[in-house]
């Protein structure tokens, strides 16, 4: 049994201390994704985001809003309510709320006070995603929204999906920058063993992690190698790009070909998959997903066998990283973690996450993103 | 979006800290339904009240008897034990307790150690309900049991229901002080329209707070206008009486009649329902109902009817404040509450209940209703 | 009513200090019982022992072998991972480690970091059952197990079982301690009514406690009478001999025969009930059961029918220690025990298991083990 040194351990958890993990508070002014766009009608849906109890709509207009989720009045949750035109109308004792979050009428009495109202929460609605800016208002610029115009381009096509994740979302982003798992987590679906030891190049820039591994040669597994038709040729490329671009968004890009044909010859394929993380509790995220690829767009065969054999590997995900989140919950003072060169993509992801989380608490906050904004 | 200004923030705030909430330690000297009659027999039964762990039975003689549910030498559960006779068997190592909660005999040795004995607590049973006094033994005062003679009368016509509530007492007592929600929580079975812009009354007394809403004219909901044969009738009254009697017992009382008939001319009708709050853990509580009319009082078809429609009713609230409470449980930093003149006698009841509190557990405590006693 | 006064409990509040309860650290310089071996092979098997997390395997050669179930990287649970060889490898990342606990390959680089590896556990295997120590591996001293021969004799006959017990393993203990419950908790399957009043004979060394109670003449339940022929017989002996041995273990022995008879005339009928008590948690504990007969070996009919029997008294324990558990959960600061004279093997055991987590804990820590050892 060779158990870490005191020294290696003391040096591990001090480097650990520098990263969030799950007890990290939230980061609050970023674009979290609150609600695929068709989950959103006329009927009142809530949801936890980051903690915050909200309730989404739309109005007569289409237009989708998101609003605190408590009456002003005595807390009575609002999706418990119903719309009457654009305004809702609490379940509990009729106060009413506009679109814009303002009080607007008490029942039993004339005159309704001023000044009260909730919470509205600015959102954007972009293709088939809301995305929600729960921090600062003042802060939300959609500039810095993660916009991913594949997802609506005519020339891709795409599929989406939905896990409740009974984990933390910085243990998914991590699980995101380090896809040498998928030799071991996914060795069933869409992992090949070449994958956890082929080269890498790292590009870490702030705020912007980027890791490219090239598998070349390799045999590709079902989902790619069948619908590329690439499925039994032994030259096959896979050329990955996993990128870190806010800490609601990691986007997953894959080129595939023949690398037995020269670039002028071969055909490319390209698929990315957004991995959209919205945290709900501590413990617990909504993990939306789409992806796309730029090939056999009107194959409907093809795109449902695609879908299911990667959501079977999404899945093992959400199934491993849930258990992990148990043991992460129960950990003790002799608890360390060691890293490794692999690591760094997602240790630079961590560390950049804690940042965030300690400025928006800090009591002379200047984000940089506000200096930006 | 309008926020209420800090200003208003910090005085709603403040408000709200002289008013009970779900934090508010219970008030243990008063009388509280502990169960109905018909649930104490032969058999042990346990139940939780105001955080107490009590057992229930009769002796042979027929008089209901409240013990401790804990055995004085492990602390068994004496409800899963048995009866034998009078007296209770632990069904760990068989101590013996009398009905006083005395301690007469340990099967393992000759000897029963003196002086010991478990928390016998006072009970008094009058018609269909069994009162228990779980504070200071010695302040139990009969005749502060808020009786309600109607319940025996003669004249009067019964049915009883409980629910386990998921919420606190305070919640429940808030709730049943202001009754504009019967326009909204309970549109579609026994509110209308009108009822929270009705005019209403006050009669705020110390410990006894009183609102009658009179909603004239009005058409009844069938519960109302199918049993009085106002049905349709648009000129009806409803005369509602809405009274905080204790920490345990709120009354409703109703008095129907077609307002277009002179006092002489035409009949009324009454209903009372007593709505008996008994706190189990901060978090839920024993609900128990008893409703009664002075009409059609052997039409069992018509009363069914009644009961059907009234408990749909009551289980709008259980699902209501049950959500509620949810909430209440999650608020942070952030919470406050707005009120508005109808609460009134709602707050009034809240700022009895967390004075009762404190005064008890005032280490110079000198209750009023001691000093009374 | 009678309750105890503030002296008494002050009294056995301060004796009640002295004594082990649910909130008493484990013992880990000890044998515990990890496993049935029947139950640990090729697969990685997860258990938790003292709140540790164990993952529990065989090696080709059939060793067994318990690691901690938690990779040194990421935390991942080593029990959702695979076996390669006698190696496992980490279902995350694919961390590769020898059957010591060292860390031998990192796919996605050349060079294994060195100095890295998880926690081993000594583990012994003794017939049915594999023992564990989960504390100071320096401490380990086999000679120290509590090894019960007669589990492995030819001339017994042993059944085995298990319960996942929802209760802290000292109240089963000072249950095992005190038999006079048989008269009660087990009045419907193992106990008679003389049982709690039988005399009884202590011998209580440090760390060894026996009590020996001879229930003489008495007639026997089914369980023994049916399968030793005394059926019937109402001058019937039981002679039982319950010892605490170790904190993982306690074994009840007992002698039937016909006390009409000389010793060279009657036959003694002898059984071993060996209580193997594993914590799990603090509210949780593993209870493995071994129990043999030196009489009717070869009785398969005998050996179900007892067992079944048997089992059922013991689902008695389980469930009754398992509602004592959740009251003992919910004590307040009025909770008291009052102890009785039957109570002195039992509390010895409680004083001795405070002792010894109090003496692991300490800055000073000269365990008297250690000192022997």
């Given at each position: 049994?060779?158990?870490?040194?005191?020294?290696?351990?003391?040096?591990?958890?001090?480097?650990?201390?520098?990263?969030?993990?799950?007890?990290?508070?939230f980061?609050?002014?970023?674009?979290?994704?609150?609600?695929?766009?068709?989950?959103?009608?006329?009927?009142?849906?809530?949801?936890?985001?980051?903690?915050?109890?909200?309730?989404?709509?739309?109005?007569?207009?289409?237009e989708?809003?998101?609003?605190?989720?408590?009456?002003?009045?005595?807390?009575?949750?609002?999706?418990?309510?119903?719309?009457?035109?654009?305004?809702?109308?609490?379940?509990?004792?009729?106060?009413?709320?506009?679109?814009?979050g303002?009080?607007?009428?008490?029942?039993?009495?004339?005159?309704?006070?001023k000044g009260?109202?909730?919470?509205?929460?600015r959102?954007?609605?972009?293709?088939?995603?809301?995305?929600?800016?729960?921090?600062?208002?003042?802060?939300?610029?959609?500039?810095?929204l993660?916009?991913?115009?594949?997802?609506?381009?005519?020339?891709?096509?795409?599929?989406?999906?939905?896990?409740?994740?009974?984990?933390?979302?910085?243990?998914?982003?991590e699980?995101?920058?380090?896809?040498?798992?998928?030799?071991?987590?996914?060795?069933?679906?869409?992992?090949?063993?070449?994958?956890?030891?082929?080269?890498?190049?790292?590009?870490?820039?702030?705020g912007?992690?980027?890791?490219i591994?090239?598998?070349?040669?390799?045999?590709?597994?079902?989902?790619?190698?069948?619908?590329?038709?690439?499925?039994?040729?032994?030259?096959?490329?896979?050329?990955?790009?996993?990128?870190?671009?806010?800490?609601?968004?990691?986007?997953?890009?894959?080129?595939?070909?023949?690398?037995?044909?020269?670039?002028?010859?071969?055909?490319?394929?390209?698929?990315?998959?957004?991995?959209?993380?919205?945290?709900?509790?501590?413990?617990?995220?909504?993990?939306?997903?789409?992806?796309?690829?730029?090939?056999?767009?009107?194959?409907?065969?093809?795109?449902?066998?695609?879908?299911e054999?990667l959501?079977?590997?999404?899945?093992?995900?959400?199934?491993?990283?849930?258990?992990?989140?148990?043991?992460?919950?129960?950990?003790?003072?002799?608890?360390?973690?060691?890293?490794?060169?692999?690591?760094?993509?997602?240790?630079?992801?961590?560390?950049?996450l804690?940042?965030?989380?300690?400025?928006?608490?800090?009591?002379?906050?200047?984000?940089?993103?506000?200096?930006?904004?």
């Amino acid at each position: 049994m060779t158990l870490p040194s005191e020294h290696l351990i003391a040096s591990s958890r001090k480097a650990s201390g520098q990263m969030a993990d799950r007890d990290t508070p939230f980061i609050f002014n970023e674009w979290y994704v609150a609600a695929f766009s068709s989950e959103v009608g006329r009927e009142l849906k809530p949801r936890t985001l980051l903690g915050k109890h909200v309730v989404l709509y739309r109005t007569l207009a289409g237009e989708a809003v998101a609003l605190e989720d408590r009456c002003a009045h005595r807390s009575f949750p609002l999706s418990r309510s119903h719309l009457d035109g654009d305004t809702i109308v609490c379940g509990y004792h009729g106060f009413r709320y506009n679109e814009a979050g303002d009080l607007i009428d008490v029942p039993s009495q004339k005159a309704c006070p001023k000044g009260i109202g909730v919470r509205r929460y600015r959102l954007v609605e972009k293709g088939p995603l809301l995305w929600i800016w729960l921090g600062d208002q003042a802060l939300a610029d959609e500039a810095r929204l993660p916009h991913q115009p594949w997802i609506e381009a005519a020339d891709w096509e795409c599929s989406t999906g939905y896990f409740h994740h009974p984990g933390n979302y910085v243990s998914m982003h991590e699980n995101l920058m380090d896809l040498t798992h998928l030799t071991f987590l996914h060795a069933a679906t869409i992992g090949t063993p070449d994958y956890a030891s082929a080269p890498f190049k790292l590009d870490l820039k702030e705020g912007h992690y980027k890791l490219i591994r090239e598998v070349v040669p390799t045999t590709l597994s079902p989902v790619w190698g069948k619908t590329t038709g690439l499925d039994g040729c032994n030259t096959a490329a896979r050329i990955v790009t996993s990128e870190f671009l806010s800490p609601g968004l990691h986007r997953v890009s894959v080129t595939f070909y023949d690398s037995a044909l020269s670039p002028g010859q071969r055909s490319e394929y390209h698929i990315h998959t957004a991995h959209i993380l919205t945290p709900e509790t501590a413990g617990t995220m909504h993990y939306f997903i789409v992806h796309g690829r730029d090939f056999a767009q009107h194959d409907t065969q093809l795109g449902d066998f695609m879908h299911e054999q990667l959501f079977a590997a999404f899945n093992e995900d959400v199934e491993g990283l849930g258990a992990l989140e148990q043991r992460l919950g129960d950990i003790d003072d002799g608890h360390y973690e060691i890293s490794v060169a692999s690591d760094a993509p997602a240790v630079a992801t961590r560390i950049y996450l804690k940042k965030r989380a300690t400025q928006e608490r800090s009591p002379l906050h200047a984000s940089p993103l506000a200096a930006k904004a």
